[in-house]
């Protein structure tokens, strides 16, 4: 490329943005933004090489919409003579996760094949694996055009040079064709002008006597050496310093061949690329700021769970413990409420708490053994008010027997839920809603009926599809992002169930039938032999946490079960009761202030001869798996989240021995 610089160059290598979780929707945006103004025709693929998302200048220049693009539609657009190369040489550098560099034509929207360098660069993580592709394309057809002319002019009259002369004038590129002595014999304007020099003074001089540098001049006469030797072209990439200031220019070296196959001249185009690369260092910035950010909604995530257990844990424990003193009624019922849905909240955030499930979609099942019946009877009421508040009539009908089912009770609760709701959601006023559960063949089956609206035929087929919602033309969208029939499907075959919707057209209602296979008849005499009341052990019980109002309603709680239960409220002090008092099970919690944390009163109580066989059990708002194995380490023998649930602290206590584990 004859341009002359004295500055070192210090281009960077192409990154991207890796996915950026849709808690981030502005720095998300302004990526896209970004790769929209860009001037090339950008993309990103999968790993695989499908390919996910362009900018809008692919669309503008193809024509096309995502839905004909994602995947391998793109193939559409390249001419066929070149795809079977394309996909070879496409397909080597996703096996190989080397760069990936190409020129091929592009079908523009008019049907004119355009040539396009495309390039691709892979987007790693921190552990080296690829994670996306990102490529460019950059549309080079003037560029081809321009040095294909170039070698028609050496053999022309200087007549007909004029002519093209007055054709490239127009271009912003630059073009130019060396001699076989490194001399130039054509500059376009835009060359001439960067220069500063008239025609008669630049043409027939070569590099150095232009005034490049020597490490420059050399190296272009190194580059036209290989074009000639090898009659291939070349590519390269330099900064210049100019009036306007710093620039970094792309260039092509292009053998000019004579009718007998030599080459005659060497042919050179040059273009601007610094707007791309300033893009390419802002996408790179913006990579560096997402994964920060990435970095940074972990933690606060944790954080956040942790914060939201300690006053949970004050409402459950509370709540159940005043629940055993109720004298009336309607309070006695309310205070369940609020009960079941603080559990319910709880187990929430533990979900949030597993990014890792969330992004790989995946949900985790906690599996008991559970009435569906109580769950169906308990959920209904608890929609009871939404229902009613629509002006709806709400008819339960359940069979007046158990049916126990193994699976996850907020799940299970929330399957219900949604369908309640859905069914609320598209009924007038006035209209009415049944819910009824029946046995049959060994299966809790569950209908959920209502005078809505009714779907279509088409609409049925595509009901539990993710982010479907009803047709716009029916003018009862009322928000939402149309997951929760999809919810519903993914969480009852996670059970080992079915989901089935009906309806006999628009405007005759819907129906949604569940059904769920029951636990096995030995499963269900064991466990309620098992629920009927077996005698407790008495044991001797240390709690040491920096709230009260964690300990007190808990203390009450296991007083009431015949334990004797002694508060402590820092790390050292209860280190000192533990040794005191030498307690059958010791319950931490982890974040304890003062000179030592939870970690280190187990591994302190492990080393002391009196509580080395005292049965540890962690409790914390810190409910990640790192969290758990690190508590397991320091030698505790269980791991529980804040809020406890007290029924299963009662069972972990219920197997063990005085002075000793379970």
Avoid at 75 to 103: F, I, K, Y
Avoid at 485 to 492: E, H, Q, T
Wanted: with cysteine; glycine share 8%.
């Amino acid at each position: 490329m004859p341009l002359s610089d004295r500055s070192k160059d210090d281009r960077g290598e192409v990154a991207h943005p890796t996915q950026v979780q849709e808690a981030l929707p502005d720095a998300e945006q302004q990526f896209r933004t970004l790769a929209d103004g860009i001037p090339q025709l950008a993309w990103m693929a999968r790993p695989d090489g499908w390919l996910f998302w362009y900018n809008q200048r692919w669309y503008d220049y193809t024509g096309t919409t995502l839905e004909q693009m994602e995947g391998w539609g793109w193939r559409d657009v390249h001419d066929p003579a070149e795809l079977d190369r394309v996909m070879s040489s496409w397909q080597a550098a996703l096996r190989s996760g080397e760069p990936w560099d190409d020129t091929f034509p592009l079908r523009r929207h008019d049907g004119e094949m355009r040539w396009h360098l495309s390039r691709a660069m892979p987007v790693r993580d921190e552990s080296g694996t690829i994670v996306r592709w990102f490529g460019t394309n950059t549309d080079i057809t003037e560029r081809r055009r321009a040095v294909e002319e170039l070698a028609r002019l050496k053999e022309e009259s200087d007549q007909r040079r004029r002519v093209y002369e007055a054709a490239l004038a127009s271009t912003p590129d630059l073009i130019y064709v060396f001699d076989l002595d490194h001399r130039f014999t054509f500059a376009n304007q835009a060359l001439l002008a960067m220069w500063g020099k008239s025609w008669d003074e630049a043409i027939g001089k070569t590099c150095l006597e232009l005034g490049y540098p020597q490490w420059h001049a050399e190296m272009h006469d190194r580059e036209i050496e290989q074009v000639i030797a090898t009659k291939r072209p070349i590519r390269g990439e330099v900064p210049f310093n100019s009036t306007g200031g710093r620039r970094v220019y792309d260039y092509i070296f292009s053998p000019v061949l004579g009718a007998d196959g030599e080459v005659v001249a060497v042919a050179g185009s040059t273009r601007d690329v610094t707007e791309r690369q300033q893009a390419e260092q802002a996408i790179r910035e913006q990579a560096e700021q997402l994964r920060e950010a990435d970095r940074r909604k972990d933690e606060f995530l944790a954080t956040l769970g942790h914060e939201l257990r300690n006053p949970l844990a004050s409402i459950v424990n509370a709540a159940e413990a005043m629940a055993r003193d109720r004298e009336h009624k309607s309070d006695g019922e309310m205070l369940e409420i609020v009960e079941r849905q603080a559990r319910h909240m709880s187990r929430l955030i533990d979900d949030l708490l597993d990014v890792a499930r969330i992004a790989r979609g995946k949900i985790l099942l906690r599996a008991e053994r559970l009435d569906f019946a109580e769950i169906v009877r308990e959920t209904a009421e608890d929609h009871r008010r939404e229902v009613e508040d629509a002006g709806l009539m709400l008819a339960v009908e359940i069979l007046n027997r158990s049916l126990w089912v193994s699976g996850d009770r907020t799940r299970l609760a929330q399957v219900v839920g949604n369908l309640l709701h859905n069914a609320a959601k598209f009924t007038d006023s006035g209209g009415r809603i049944e819910v009824s559960l029946a046995l049959e063949r060994q299966q809790a089956v569950l209908r959920i009926r209502d005078s809505g609206l009714g779907m279509s035929a088409e609409m049925l087929a595509r009901i539990f599809v993710p982010f479907n919602q009803a047709d716009a033309s029916l003018a009862r969208s009322r928000g939402g992002l149309g997951l929760g029939l999809a919810l519903v499907k993914g969480l009852v075959e996670l059970h080992g169930g079915t989901v089935a919707a009906k309806s006999e057209g628009l405007g005759s209602g819907s129906e949604f039938l569940i059904r769920l296979p029951l636990t096995s008849l030995t499963e269900n005499a064991s466990t309620e032999q098992h629920d009927g009341g077996h005698e407790r052990t008495q044991l001797r019980i240390l709690a040491i946490d920096d709230r009260r109002d964690i300990l007190r309603p808990m203390q009450v709680l296991l007083t009431r079960d015949g334990h004797v239960v002694e508060l402590v409220t820092d790390g050292r002090a209860g280190f000192d009761a533990a040794r005191r008092l030498m307690p059958d099970v010791v319950i931490c919690d982890i974040g304890l202030p003062g000179e030592m944390n939870g970690h280190d009163v187990a591994r302190a109580l492990r080393q002391t001869p009196e509580t080395t066989a005292t049965f540890l059990i962690a409790l914390t708002g810190y409910g990640q798996e790192s969290d758990r194995q690190a508590a397991l380490a320091a030698g505790f023998d269980l791991h529980l989240t804040k809020p406890i649930d007290i029924r299963a602290l009662r069972t972990v206590l219920a197997g063990v021995t005085p002075n000793g584990r379970s």
